[in-house]
């Protein structure tokens, strides 16, 4: 069922909301980002519908929402563990369908990816309730439609915005939440939209012709010369999941300390480095080569999809102005000419 609503109600919705949810959605910082005079547009809480920014991409996802940057597994003293609680407060996020869809890409590898769920990943999961924001058009860098993350059924979402001039239209898949709404709005037809076409044209090469010959082309070799391994294009993006895990021993008592777990990157010096000081992917092209490999081909040999939804952050973001889209137009042009 659809419905139609002023922003004003909204909003006041928005602030009922958070009595029991924690709010969630893209904001602007002014004159936070890179340089003093530009603006930083991240995930953050959102107080009002006014902090809500609905106009220009987030630098990040909102997976440090549900994944921290960093996390602290356990506590530790000589002979005991404590796992630390988390809020009993819900979440909620308003993201845009390549963003949920990044978050089924988590799903897949924190929650169906062996035996065990990843307890700290689920107890967080199980919280969030997702407001999907329409869109459309997308941005400049954005390939959503190519990789089949421009769409989201209604099962994975709670509500589905519209946001209009002066009003909201919306459709909403909870009951508790509807019933608020109808207090509120008027009853409406509401069919989401969905993005139809990319401004990037990205080609994906067949997953049937990405052979191991691929393996020591000339091409991963031009990015170990442009590459400064910064990791920005693995901490932007969304389905972006390894972490590294450290002790942290504290300086009163060293046998008492905590666990943590903090995102790492295929990118970032020491991702692979093991004991003896072996370093299997030294070169900054064969990390390049393992990024591109694990997002278009290795993770949808075993999940079914492609691990890569095309919000094009790496794009965005790489201060070398290295392109991931351009890297897999490459490779297919590589595999069409048979070099
Ligand atoms: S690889 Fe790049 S375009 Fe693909 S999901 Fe990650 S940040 Fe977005
Ligand atoms: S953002 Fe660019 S320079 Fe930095 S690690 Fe990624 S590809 Fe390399």
């Known amino acids: 069922m659809g419905y139609r609503l002023s922003k004003h109600d909204f909003s006041e919705l928005l602030h009922k909301l958070q009595e029991d949810n924690k709010v969630y959605g893209p904001t ?13 547009v ?8 006014n ?9 990040f996802s909102p997976k ?19 796992i630390p609680q988390v809020d ?16 089924k890409r988590l799903d897949e590898i924190f929650l169906e990816n062996g ?7 689920q107890r967080l999961r199980d919280k969030v309730k997702f407001f999907v924001l329409e869109c459309t058009t997308g941005f400049d860098s954005c390939f959503c439609v190519t990789m089949d993350s421009n769409r989201v059924e209604p099962e994975e979402y709670t509500a589905f ?22 207090e509120l709005g008027s009853e409406i037809e509401f069919n989401p939209q969905f993005k139809e076409e990319d401004e990037t044209e990205v080609n994906l090469p067949p997953k049937e012709e990405i052979t191991n010959d691929l393996f020591e082309h000339q091409l991963w070799t031009d990015y170990t010369r442009r590459c400064i391994a910064c990791g920005r294009c693995n901490t932007a993006c969304p389905t972006c999941s390894c972490f590294t895990v450290k002790d942290i021993v504290y300086e009163e008592n060293s046998n008492c300390g905590e666990r943590q777990r903090m995102w790492a990157g295929c990118h970032i010096d020491g991702f692979t480095e093991m004991a003896g000081g072996h370093n299997f992917r030294d070169e900054y092209g064969d990390r390049m ?30 201060p070398e102005y290295i392109s991931f889209s351009n890297c897999i137009n490459k490779l297919n042009q590589i595999i069409e000419e048979g070099e």
């Open 115 to 121: 035996p065990e769920e990843d307890i700290y990943y």
């Open 28 to 40: 602007c910082k002014e004159k936070k980002g890179t340089f003093s005079a530009n603006d930083l």
């Open 289 to 318: 080569r393992y990024k591109t490999m694990h997002k278009i081909y290795d993770f949808n040999e075993r999940f079914g999809f492609d691990m890569c939804v095309g919000c094009g952050r790496c794009d965005d973001i790489c």
């Open 42 to 49: 991240v995930y953050d809480q959102v107080a009002d519908l």
């Open 51 to 59: 902090d809500l920014e609905l106009t220009t991409k987030t630098k």
């Open 64 to 82: 440090e929402i549900i994944f921290p940057i960093r996390q602290t597994m356990f506590y530790f003293t000589e002979d005991q563990q404590q």
């Open 161 to 182: 915005l519209r946001f209009e001039e002066d009003e909201l239209e919306c459709e909403v898949t909870d009951p508790d939440l509807e019933h608020l709404i109808q």
């Open 88 to 103: 009993e407060e819900s979440i909620i996020i308003f993201l845009r369908p390549c963003d949920r869809n990044a978050v």
